[in-house]
């Protein structure tokens, strides 16, 4: 059974940082691609980075120039390494995920059950 678990959220001031981590179990050979998204008490759920099958990389303009998505194959982990941050970006944070199986099976649309990030104003 396919499983995505978040870690990695917090509480910290504005200006901080945090990373975090989203692992993948459950038989699985490596992360084909991935998504951070968060929301936003009573605010929608939003996209805030991915990474392509080929390692492209995709950010919300909000998040542009201080957040860095990366994916660690060796580790089936996926990374949202989150600097300069802002009380805007207060949310769960969610990893979404495809994946490939060790049977060669692909999988998508996986999603963890989310890390909570707090950035008091």
């Known amino acids: 059974q396919v499983q995505l678990v978040e870690s990695g959220g917090g509480l910290v001031q504005a200006g901080g940082s945090l990373r975090l981590s989203c692992e993948a179990s459950g038989n699985i050979l490596y992360i084909r691609a991935a998504n951070w998204y968060r929301q936003a008490p009573g605010k929608q759920r939003e996209l805030v980075a991915s990474?392509?099958?080929?390692?492209?990389?995709n950010y919300a303009e909000s998040v542009k120039g201080r957040f860095t998505i990366s994916r660690a194959n060796a580790e089936n982990t996926v990374y949202l390494q989150m600097n300069s941050l802002k009380p805007d970006d207060t949310g769960v944070y969610y990893c979404?995920?495809?994946?490939?199986?060790?049977?060669?099976?692909?999988?998508?649309?996986?999603w963890g059950q989310g890390t909570q990030v707090t950035v008091p104003s």
């Open positions: 990474v392509s099958s080929g390692g492209i990389r």
């Open positions: 979404n995920a495809d994946v490939v199986l060790t049977t060669g099976t692909e999988l998508r649309d996986y």
